[in-house]
């Protein structure tokens, strides 16, 4: 509609200029209405011209009401009304923007920055004088200040966390990474991170079964290319990895290893279809079947546990019979 006001003083002097009452001479002589109000202003116009134009064009209203006769009194009221509008006039349409920050860290998480000056101090607490790595010593060290056993669950975690590539050795781009990772560059904030874990490891299947595999790995000697874990390592490693949700079948499994020194070592095959076998099998050896891809050693496994079952049924039947 725009200023729809000025439809209407068009059509004020319109009529004027048509009344019966006005002179022949006036009617000769018509001038283009001008409109007492104020004029579109262009959007995008300063603010404070767009006030001040409204103020003259109030005050402008005030003196062609004065030129038409109006009396002294319609003065004053007029200048009272003008001065009213505008102590009432609006506030600037486009207000003042805050100031955008450089760079958007103050709106992001309230967690705590970690600081790559405390985590190089912690290696350096701990490592090797000799060589720029956390040793068998230092990492014996950190456990005490863990308050942790060294084969404590906690520790193949941090091992797993910081993605250690051989035991009893974190070197300074494992531990300094490995920290960055789990957010925390204080032995506080290890302990707690380590609990945290320790604790989505319970419901969480996937990551148990990333640590699983990792164990693995950390278990082999890779200074000398080791690639079959030794029996006696995986029957450690297999005790620890499972400290807190132990398969059934885990014990018989480790005794029959334990019985059998022949079987020397443990390939990375066998390591992670154990996983498989256990949650297949539970605690039922007869839904076995050996005719599926199971590992060698399975087969073995699964004969000696019937062999002794057997010998358990004939010794009872024998009890009986006496």
């Known amino acids: 509609m725009g200023h729809c006001l000025s439809c209407f003083k068009n059509q004020a002097n319109a009529d004027n200029s048509t009344s019966p009452h006005r002179k022949k001479e006036e009617m000769t002589e018509v001038a283009a209405p001008v409109s007492d109000y104020p004029q579109e202003e262009p959007l995008l116009h300063d603010n404070q011209n767009s006030i001040n134009n409204y103020r003259n064009s109030s005050t402008s209203q005030v003196t062609n009401e004065v030129s038409r006769g ?6 004053v009221s007029a200048q009272q009304k003008s001065i009213l509008m505008s102590d009432k006039t609006p506030k600037p349409f486009y207000q003042k923007l805050p100031s955008i920050p450089r760079t958007m860290s103050s709106l992001g998480s309230n967690d705590c920055r970690i600081s790559e000056t405390k985590i190089n101090q912690l290696f350096d607490q701990y490592k090797d004088s000799l060589e720029d790595a956390i040793l068998a010593e230092g990492i014996e060290n950190l456990c005490n200040d863990l308050q942790l056993n060294p084969d404590d669950f906690k520790v193949l975690i941090l091992a797993w966390k910081l993605n250690a590539s051989q035991m009893c050795r974190f070197t300074k781009t494992e531990f300094i990474q490995g920290l960055k990772n789990m957010k925390t560059d204080s032995v506080k904030g290890i302990q707690l991170k380590l609990t945290e874990i320790t604790t989505e490891l319970k419901r969480d299947t996937e990551h148990f079964k990333d ?93 000696y546990e019937n062999d002794q079952m057997n010998q358990n049924v004939k010794k009872n039947d024998i009890k009986t019979e006496d």
């Open 211 to 303: 640590l699983y595999r990792f164990t693995f790995k950390f278990g082999l000697d890779v200074s000398t290319g080791q690639r079959i874990l030794p029996t006696d390592i995986a029957i450690l490693l297999w005790r620890l990895v499972f400290t807190n949700n132990d398969p059934p079948i885990l014990d018989r499994w480790l005794m029959y290893l334990e019985k059998n020194p022949h079987i020397r070592g443990i390939p990375k095959d066998t390591w992670y279809m154990f996983l498989n076998f256990c949650e297949f099998i539970g605690d039922d050896l007869t839904s076995y079947d050996d005719t599926e891809a199971w590992p060698s050693l399975f087969d073995d496994f699964v004969e």
């Open 70 to 75: 109006q009396g002294l009194g319609e003065l």
